[in-house]
């Protein structure tokens, strides 16, 4: 919803000719252009593209989809698939960086909305701080900005997520009524729904409620990571575990270079932990801590998977990161930390932690 696609009619104008790229940005009003080819070969085809920008001429992209003849019909949803979850990381990175080299006195609700973004790229506490700065900054110039409510209430889940709450109640609140005003704002924007249902699940503790509005995002946007690895998350604590792995695991593939990769992989190592396969678990937590050390949620699986695989000393190292991490978290916190519906799934989870030395 968030791009301005010009129709595909327009570009059979240039069609067989030699056109400038910056030039074709100009007579479509676009600020990036996709181009590409095709190649076939047998029953197969080959379609290659690159994601310019058509002020500067820069490229930001250049990927490949491969398929069969076969079926036509599903071969262009996947091509459509693969193109939009490859492209739409880059265009928000570009508009990232071209955000960031406007005079701050100048930035439109727009470009405090980036830089909020950039900042929830980063990670970090203070970071988590910095992109609420930036996101109330974008509410203030613009009261209806659906995207900029949502994304300060995921910032809040974040900071939940992490255990970063100075006031855990009043920060709870008021992520639920920016996420719930998200909502009220505007029922079409898949952005939105997507932050601001997650927060609904996790903060609010609606998880059905949150899934509704994640799947509402993805009718609007199939090919919308973020709502595919959130709603897996959501469902991961419900109990779905093997929706959630399939939601998980269609994220990863829509978007592959996504700088949020590695909550999905934590994500993944959950569900694998509550299903029983540890070493599966342990593996992608693993992958996650590598992308993101400081994760608590990456580190806390990451011990407890390697414990209930008999795997005691690597446990033991991990479960001292944790505390590194939090030297507060104990036992007897994960149930205000993890919205863990299903009682075994919790209890595996906590017998994991255990015997990996997490104080009670």
Same mark, same amino acid.
């Given at each position: 919803?968030?791009?301005? !696609? !010009?129709? &595909?009619?327009s570009s059979f104008t240039y069609k067989g000719r030699t056109v400038d790229v910056k030039q074709v940005g100009r007579e479509l009003g676009v600020r990036y252009v996709l181009e590409g080819s095709w190649r076939k070969a047998m029953d197969r085809v080959r379609i290659t593209g690159q994601l310019i920008d058509a002020t500067t001429g820069a490229h930001h992209w250049a990927g490949r989809v491969e398929g069969v003849l076969g079926?036509?019909?599903?071969?262009?949803?996947?091509?459509?698939?693969?193109?939009?979850?490859?492209?739409?990381?880059?265009?928000?990175?570009?508009?990232?960086?071209?955000?960031?080299?406007?005079?701050?006195?100048?930035?439109?609700?727009?470009?405090?909305?980036?830089?909020?973004?950039?900042?929830?790229?980063?990670?970090?506490?203070?970071?988590?701080?910095?992109?609420?700065? =930036?996101?109330?900054?974008?509410?203030?110039?613009?009261?209806?900005?659906?995207?900029?409510?949502?994304?300060?209430?995921?910032?809040?889940? #974040?900071?939940?997520?992490?255990? #970063?709450?100075?006031?855990?109640?009043?920060?709870?609140? /008021?992520?639920?009524?920016?996420?719930?005003?998200? !909502?009220?704002?505007?029922?079409?924007?898949?952005?939105?729904?997507?932050?601001?249902?997650?927060?609904?699940?996790?903060?609010?503790?609606?998880?059905?409620?949150?899934?509704?509005?994640?799947?509402?995002?993805?009718?609007?946007?199939?090919?919308?990571?973020?709502? &595919?690895?959130?709603?897996?998350?959501?469902?991961?604590?419900?109990? /779905?575990?093997?929706?959630?792995?399939?939601?998980?695991?269609?994220?990863?593939?829509?978007?592959?270079?996504?700088? /949020?990769?590695?909550?999905?992989?934590?994500?993944?190592?959950?569900?694998?932990?509550?299903?029983?396969? =540890?070493?599966?678990?342990?593996? #992608?937590?693993?992958?996650?801590?590598?992308?993101?050390?400081?994760?608590?949620?990456?580190?806390?699986?990451?011990?407890?998977?390697?414990?209930?695989?008999?795997?005691?000393?690597?446990?033991?190292?991990?479960? /001292?990161?944790? &505390?590194?991490?939090?030297?507060?978290?104990?036992?007897?916190?994960?149930?205000? #930390?993890?919205?863990?519906?299903?009682?075994?799934?919790?209890?595996?989870?906590?017998?994991?932690?255990?015997?990996?030395?997490?104080?009670?």
């Amino acid at each position: 919803r968030w791009l301005f !696609v !010009v129709a &595909r009619n327009s570009s059979f104008t240039y069609k067989g000719r030699t056109v400038d790229v910056k030039q074709v940005g100009r007579e479509l009003g676009v600020r990036y252009v996709l181009e590409g080819s095709w190649r076939k070969a047998m029953d197969r085809v080959r379609i290659t593209g690159q994601l310019i920008d058509a002020t500067t001429g820069a490229h930001h992209w250049a990927g490949r989809v491969e398929g069969v003849l076969g079926d036509i019909f599903e071969l262009q949803d996947q091509i459509t698939e693969s193109v939009i979850g490859a492209v739409a990381p880059e265009l928000e990175r570009a508009e990232i960086e071209r955000s960031r080299h406007k005079p701050t006195g100048s930035l439109d609700a727009y470009d405090y909305y980036l830089r909020g973004v950039a900042e929830l790229h980063r990670a970090s506490k203070d970071a988590s701080a910095n992109a609420l700065q =930036f996101l109330y900054k974008a509410i203030a110039s613009d009261p209806e900005f659906a995207s900029a409510h949502a994304m300060a209430a995921w910032c809040y889940s #974040w900071r939940k997520a992490n255990r #970063w709450m100075a006031d855990p109640d009043q920060e709870t609140v /008021e992520g639920i009524r920016l996420a719930r005003r998200a !909502v009220d704002l505007d029922k079409g924007d898949a952005v939105a729904l997507t932050r601001s249902g997650h927060a609904i699940g996790y903060l609010a503790g609606d998880i059905p409620g949150g899934i509704a509005l994640l799947d509402q995002a993805l009718f609007l946007n199939p090919n919308l990571a973020a709502a &595919r690895y959130l709603g897996g998350f959501l469902r991961l604590w419900l109990g /779905e575990t093997e929706a959630a792995i399939e939601h998980l695991a269609r994220a990863m593939r829509l978007s592959p270079l996504d700088p /949020e990769q590695y909550r999905m992989q934590a994500g993944m190592a959950v569900a694998h932990l509550f299903e029983k396969r =540890f070493d599966t678990a342990s593996s #992608w937590a693993e992958k996650a801590f590598r992308d993101f050390p400081d994760f608590l949620l990456a580190a806390a699986i990451l011990a407890a998977s390697h414990a209930l695989a008999g795997r005691t000393a690597e446990a033991r190292r991990a479960m /001292e990161h944790v &505390r590194c991490i939090d030297p507060a978290l104990r036992l007897a916190t994960i149930t205000s #930390w993890l919205p863990i519906r299903r009682p075994e799934h919790l209890a595996a989870l906590i017998t994991g932690l255990a015997e990996a030395g997490l104080p009670p």
